[in-house]
């Protein structure tokens, strides 16, 4: 369901401070009136109250690099599951099944969108991509960019991944990643996407390959014109054919044996070869 979040500025963080709290009696029944009777302004009270919790994490994951709005609308989608799994009758409050629903759907956005290559979907993995940086702060030697092998393992152990998985993501995260559209320096203003070379064929070539084609295609008819029926039968099925006629099924086809089928195509291609030479009046190399 659309909510009115649905386009973000930084009045939405200055709006989440200033949301009223609901009391837990009001609560409940703005839920009880979502889930039952799917009242969209029950919903939209609902999620004004806890707006601030979905900014509130969309910030504690900013480092990442994607967008503040992005993250906040992932956390808004949280809220959402939440509300239709939540159970008022234990009566707890929304905001404690809530935050677990919130970061979970924002770490998920994270790891669908922050890089191009995989960063692993278990459990391990995941608390590997999202705590290696505290653990790093805890145990590394903060004058080194890089951690030690002694510090890997430790690592390893503590989130029960293997070393090289812990010291291929310290290398991702540290180096982060690439945008095509990210400027090389600031003289001359290109980007990388600038430097890549495209090699796909110009207009000119794309016409030249078109225009080459169509006339070795004029000269192949037209020698074909130079064999007689039985060659011309032959050729077209073996060789123009996308999928290609055996010398058995064309033999039983023509009423002769596969061998006699193999004697005319090797004499028909002979044929074939020396017309089109001449048609074209060109040397060997044409066929190359």
Known sequence: MATKYN???NKLVEFS???AILEKDDEFKLINDWR?????KSLQKILDSYLRLAVSYARKYSSYGLSIDDLIHEGVLGIMHALDKFDTSKDFRLSTYASWWIRASIQDYILKNWSVVRT????SQKAL???LKKIKQQINDVSRDFMGQDEINQVSNMLNVKSIEVQN???RLTGGDLHLNQTVDDESGNDLMSLLSDDRENPEETYESYNDKKIKSNYINAAIDTLNDREKTIIRLRKFKEKS???DELGKKLKISKERVRQIETKALEKLKKSILEISQQNKEFFI
């Open 7 to 9: 386009i973000f500025s």
């Open 169 to 171: 993501m310290e290398s």
């Open 36 to 40: 039952d009777n799917r009242n969209p």
């Open 17 to 19: 401070k200033k949301a």
């Open 120 to 123: 692993g979907s278990t459990a």
């Open 245 to 247: 006629i055996t010398l």
């Open 129 to 131: 991509f999202f705590n």
